[in-house]
């Protein structure tokens, strides 16, 4: 399919329609004329020739320090509050003049929605709204041109951002929501007025915040207040939320309600269902059930919750009228996300070791689903299943006993090496099984140095922990020594 982002998605007519409640001053005839946006960016490090640059300002950096440098790096205009003094301009610089910056975001946004005759799909849950959407983009890119919210863009900046950046050509798109604490997703969602809203699963993530499951499930089921009319829900059958998330759909005016799981772990009656699953150690093989279509097809990825995403995504598709054999082909080329089961494939000194990067975040349900995928792995040779893990975060009061809870995962999927760090992790270490090797890392440096003295071919090595945790750090230091071993290799023998 054409790169959408290639093409104009904004005129200077367009905004200035768009924002015309909310400029500070008029734009100027000539840039109403020849203003041609090609992105919306907020960032001048990934800022590309073409973008409109929007200066927000913020707890850490102000937008407007980096006017300058955006218009100087290519941006086609930039956004701008009434009233700051910007350095550095010339008077031929493009600015568009509003009185409040994030309004104007948010204005811009609706306007892209409001202009869009795209099939839209907004995926919430604890875990795996990003695979879901990732996986989506690829799905539908088969059948029409995608637009989608960029890496884990689901917030009050991202979803607004993600919306601005869709071209009005786009045949589907699909914007990742998130939450922290109750009423951020309605908020988000009525500016996406989805089509059809997936929640992909509720777990502890952000427990700390509420009460009660209950009320965290209540949370994730505000995705349900956008769905346009005539919408539909996606939701996890095998969820111990369903009557709950059933309830909140059908007080929203939403009847089209599918369920998705596995036959082995639902009842009767789902309408996205894998009715034979194999499990390997590198992908997942599935023969499913999708609406009124049977399909047999390949996840790249191992895992029960990977095969459970796909049966949501193959939904979504199905729906949306898009082509579900293209879709489900496209779902083994989906081999995993930086930081969400990307694999690495590194060496020992006597062969080839397996990194498995889950380091991006981590709660509960995710960190049960990584052990028990990583359980899979075959032990080769001398090869070992080594798990590395930090804390998780936004816990709350259970934040102790969640940890410690992982040891019995851990004992199940027969783990044969556990390194930890954090304060946390370490009650965790203190639990592990007696046959299970344990390190508690008093730094990251110091796991690090751990890990590369100690690899020997035909390990596979699992990263993961919350972002607070840091864990990436040590995925990147693994990755960098292997890079460096091989120029040093190479340089060698040249």
């Not at 509003?98 to 907004?122: F, G």
């Not at 777990?203 to 346009?228: C, N, P, Q, W, Y």
């Not at 059930?289 to 199905?318: C, P, R």
């Amino acid at each position: 399919m054409a790169n959408l982002q290639s093409h104009i998605i904004w005129t200077g007519d367009a905004i200035a329609d768009a924002l015309a409640d909310f400029l500070a001053a008029p734009l100027s005839a000539e840039l109403q004329q020849n203003l041609a946006v090609r992105g919306v960016s907020i960032d001048t490090r990934s800022l590309k020739n073409g973008d409109l640059f929007i200066a927000l300002p913020g707890e850490q950096a102000d937008g407007h320090d980096y006017v300058a440098a955006a218009l100087q790096a290519g941006a086609a205009a930039a956004l701008v509050e009434h009233g700051r003094d910007i350095k550095n301009l010339s008077a031929s610089d493009n600015l568009i003049v509003v009185r409040d910056v994030m309004s104007a975001l948010e204005v811009l946004a609706l306007a892209a929605r409001a202009r869009s005759t795209a099939y839209i799909i907004a995926v919430t849950g604890s875990v795996g709204k990003t695979s879901v959407k990732e996986s989506l983009r690829h799905a539908l890119e088969k059948s029409g041109a995608v637009h989608a919210s960029e890496k884990s863009y689901n917030n009050h900046i991202g979803v607004p951002l993600s919306l601005a950046r869709m071209p009005e050509n786009c045949q589907y798109a699909v914007f990742e929501i998130g939450m922290n604490h109750a009423g951020e997703i309605d908020a988000l969602v009525k500016m996406v007025q989805p089509h059809c809203a997936i929640i992909t699963e509720i777990g502890t993530a952000h427990i700390e915040h509420f009460d009660t499951m209950e009320d965290l499930a209540r949370a994730k089921a505000e995705i349900f207040s956008g769905v346009i009319a005539g919408g539909a829900a996606i939701l996890p059958a095998a969820s111990p939320y369903l009557d709950l998330l059933k309830a909140q759909a059908a007080a929203c005016q939403i009847d089209n309600i599918v369920t998705f799981g596995s036959a082995d772990s639902v009842n009767a009656g789902v309408q996205a269902l894998a009715e034979k699953v194999k499990l390997h150690p590198s992908c997942s093989c599935v023969s499913a059930k999708i609406l009124a279509d049977q399909v047999t097809y390949k996840v790249g990825m191992s895992g029960a919750h990977h095969v459970q995403n796909s049966l949501a995504v193959l939904a979504a598709v199905s729906l949306a009228g898009a082509d579900l054999a293209l879709a489900a082909l496209s779902l083994a080329d989906h081999d995993g996300l930086v930081g969400r089961g990307e694999r690495h494939y590194l060496h020992a000194e006597d062969g080839q070791y397996v990194l498995v990067d889950e380091s991006y975040n981590a709660n509960p349900t995710s960190m049960a689903a990584a052990l028990t995928t990583l359980g899979l792995a075959p032990r080769n040779g001398r090869g070992r299943r080594i798990a590395v893990l930090g804390d998780m975060a936004e816990l709350g009061d259970q934040a102790v006993d969640m940890h410690i809870q992982l040891a019995d995962i851990i004992a199940e999927a027969e783990i044969d090496q556990v390194l930890t760090y954090g304060p946390l992790s370490h009650h965790l270490h203190e639990h592990l099984p007696a046959d299970c090797m344990a390190y508690h890392a008093n730094s990251l440096a110091d796991m690090t140095h751990h890990l590369l003295r100690d690899m020997r071919a035909g390990d596979v090595v699992m990263v993961k922990g919350s972002n607070a945790s840091g864990m990436g750090a040590v995925v990147d230091a693994l990755v960098q020594a292997d890079e460096s071993a091989a120029a040093q290799s190479a340089q060698k023998r040249g």
